[in-house]
């Protein structure tokens, strides 16, 4: 008995060191999610109105540029997956993995090859296991991301989708599947078609007495497209890896305050048993003090 109650302790003081790491690590994912949600929120407006730029002058510009572009019969498209660098964080990067899945496979049906991309070591680390091609992956920024990182996949994605049919690396469509942020609660997976441009704004007719803005362009509007473009796709890039920042880090808080919980419930339990254990072991130890007290007197008794 005295075996078992030692074992119960030690259980007791790693489930108690353990809740001490849980705990940190749930307070340093709230203090980081606050910065996370405010650069967020500080990149919507800029790509809010980069993308109006953007589908006005494609819009009202008659423009073939090759980005707008779309392949009569496309081949090959890119997938970039935006996961997490480190782990402890539930079941967000397998969300987005199983997002990226689905996608894969419905590309697939269409009869596409893909290019596969990662941002993020979970990711990687997927895909290498089960001996996946990766065209390219990015790591160590998943929860801090910058332009700069952005700025480099995009010019990596655009590279590829730019080349010729045929060429080695060429693309005919870019996806991105990364996790919104919706609330501290609720995370989803979301897959969207980047490049070619969907230009969505303007496509419907006006009414008669709206006045329809008026346009020039210096100095052309291929011009502009190629300045324009190139942005839109990096900002939109980077608005993916600050929605997935944020997502992940309350991701990570949810997934340690639960962790935290489980480890008190587990402390509560192994106290309980210990201590039962401890007064198993007192009642045992009285029994035989009894019992040989009693076996002495009954002896005493005889020898008299």
Request: hydrophobic share 40%.
């Amino acid at each position: 008995m005295a075996v078992s109650l030692r074992e119960y302790r030690a259980r007791i003081k790693s489930t108690e060191s353990m809740k001490k790491i849980t705990r940190a690590m749930e307070l340093i994912a709230a203090s980081r999610i606050i910065k996370a949600q405010q650069r967020a929120q500080a990149a919507a407006p800029y790509a809010r109105e980069l993308t109006r730029a953007v589908s006005a002058v494609a819009t009202f510009s008659n423009v073939d540029h090759p980005l707008t572009k779309e392949e009569e019969d496309p081949k090959r498209a890119a997938v970039l997956i935006v996961t997490s660098d480190r782990g402890l964080a539930g079941a967000y990067s397998s969300s987005v993995l199983k997002e990226a899945e689905r996608l894969v496979e419905r590309l697939r049906e269409e009869g596409k090859e893909i290019d596969t991309y990662i941002c993020g070591r979970k990711g990687e680390a997927y895909y290498k296991f089960r001996q996946r091609p990766i065209v390219q992956a990015w790591t160590g920024f998943s929860d801090q991301p910058s332009y700069d990182v952005a700025a480099e996949v995009g010019s990596t994605l655009i590279e590829s989708f730019l080349k010729e049919q045929g060429e080695e690396g060429d693309v005919d469509e870019v996806h991105v599947v990364y996790t919104r942020f919706v609330s501290m609660l609720t995370q989803e997976p979301t897959a969207v078609r980047l490049l070619p441009l969907e230009v969505v704004e303007g496509t419907e007719a006006p009414d008669e007495s709206e006045l329809l803005p008026l346009y020039e362009f210096e100095p052309s509007a291929e011009e502009v497209l190629d300045g324009l473009l190139p942005q839109y796709v990096q900002s939109r890039i980077f608005f993916s890896l600050l929605q997935a920042a944020a997502s992940e880090l309350a991701a990570r808080q949810k997934a340690m305050k639960s962790a935290t919980d489980n480890a008190e419930e587990l402390i509560k339990k192994y106290t309980r048993i210990a201590n039962q254990a401890r007064q198993a072991g007192i009642t045992q130890e009285i029994s035989e003090i009894v019992g040989g007290v009693n076996a002495l007197a009954d002896a005493n008794a005889g020898a008299e």
